[in-house]
Nanobody, 128 residues
Framework: QVQLVESGGGLVQAGGSLRLSCAAS????????LGWFRQAPGKEREFVGA????????TYTHSVLGRFTISRDNAKNTVYLQMNSLKPDDTAVYYC?????????????????????WGQGTQVTVGA
């Protein structure tokens, strides 16, 4: 059974930082696209960014460029979302997801429908 488990969420003041982790069991990330999405109350789920495991190629939505960084740890089968200069607008439940890299390209990784596995989400709250 495949499980993705996010951790690292919490409450932080504006301008602060958090690092989210997403660890997998029952799945090896070696040929997957790992995406981060978020959903704020009353809003649709939004793409944050993604990483192609094979070569660590990343892509981000414009609103987080220069503030968020996605990385991976091959030995731990874990992907990270480092979030700096956080803003109240970043408040949301953050989800990691995995898509088959031999089917999905990094250029189309923003489409949530292409992902096969999802974590349960972790809450990030940024105070003003």
């Amino acid at each position: 059974q495949v499980q993705l488990v996010e951790s690292g969420g919490g409450l932080v003041q504006a301008g602060g930082s958090l690092r989210l982790s997403c660890a997998a069991s029952g799945l090896t990330f070696s040929n997957y696209i790992l995406g981060w999405f978020r959903q704020a109350p009353g809003k649709e789920r939004e793409f944050v960014g993604a990483i192609r495991w094979l070569d660590s190629t990343t892509t981000y939505t414009h609103s987080v460029l220069g503030r968020f960084t996605i990385s991976r740890d091959n030995a731990k089968n874990t992907v990270y979302l480092q979030m700096n200069s956080l803003k109240p607008d970043d408040t949301a439940v953050y989800y990691c997801a995995a898509a088959r890299g031999w089917i999905v390209g990094i250029s189309t990784s923003g489409d949530s429908r292409k992902y096969d596995y999802w974590g349960q989400g972790t809450q990030v709250t940024v105070g003003a």
